[in-house]
């Protein structure tokens, strides 16, 4: 489980960053597009 928060947390701010980097504004759909598809693969 913890291993599980970590990834979750890392995820988030590394989409922190690209929004912070390209000065975007977040967007779930753009931030989770590769996580969706891989959740509809799976």
Avoid at 10 to 36: D, K, M
Wanted: with cysteine.
């Amino acid at each position: 489980m913890k291993d599980r928060l970590s990834a979750l947390g890392n995820r988030r701010v590394g989409i922190l960053h690209g929004c912070l980097s390209h000065h975007t504004s977040y967007e779930e759909t753009v931030a989770w597009a590769n996580q969706t598809a891989q959740d509809q693969a799976a």
